[in-house]
């Protein structure tokens, strides 16, 4: 049986929005998002749905390459699935992307991760508990908590994961794409 690589991108885009959260949190990253490749072509995620307004968010597909994320410092871990997993993951995203205007932000459940009282809304996530979400329905991990309680903190301490770089985004994403560019220290490549 094949095995198959999902990452697991980390971000800290400098925003007003993630400086606030990074005040409550006093962690380097405040958004967390989902990938099946390696050149994180396809991203996923729950955030913002326009660049300048935080309070409009829902299912995002993300591009890396763009808007917020040019400026991005990040970590990316990976670790390893079955076919049969991935084509599960790919499947429970699919599903919300197909139905992504029914899907909402999940604000409320940010003040509830605040409390540390999980608020579960129907069709409804923030970044970290998607991804949380995503690892969990397709019984990848198995959290001692809610989902809607996983920081993207959380996700970076678990076990399972593999380093695979941190430093700017932008960096990672031209020497994944053969540009020369200054690679910061904490490079690790990886199999793939």
């Known amino acids: 049986m094949t095995e198959k690589r999902v990452y ?3 971000t800290d885009t400098g925003t007003v929005f993630t400086k606030l ?4 949190t006093k962690k380097p990253y ?3 998002s989902i990938s099946f490749d390696s050149e994180l072509s396809e991203v996923y995620s729950f955030g913002r749905k326009t660049a300048r307004n935080p309070f409009i968010g829902g299912f995002v597909k993300e591009d890396i390459r763009k808007g917020l994320f040019k400026q991005a410092d990040c970590a990316i871990y990976s670790f390893t699935v079955s076919e049969v997993q991935m084509q599960k993951i790919n499947r429970y995203i699919k599903e919300i992307e197909a139905q992504k205007e029914n899907y909402r932000y999940n604000f409320l459940g940010l003040f509830g991760f605040l409390l540390n009282k999980p608020i579960k809304r129907k069709k409804a996530f923030f970044c970290s508990q998607f991804v949380a979400s995503v690892l969990k329905e397709c019984h990848i991990i198995d959290f001692e908590k809610s989902p809607s309680l996983i920081a993207p903190n959380d996700l970076q301490k678990r076990t399972e994961f593999q380093f695979v770089y941190e ?3 932008k960096a990672y994403h031209n020497k994944r794409n053969g540009k020369k560019v200054h690679m910061p ?3 690790i490549p990886i199999k793939m």
């Open 167 to 169: 430093g700017k985004l």
């Open 21 to 24: 959260i990074k005040l409550y």
């Open 8 to 10: 697991i991108l980390l």
């Open 185 to 187: 220290v904490h490079f």
């Open 30 to 32: 405040n958004h967390a």
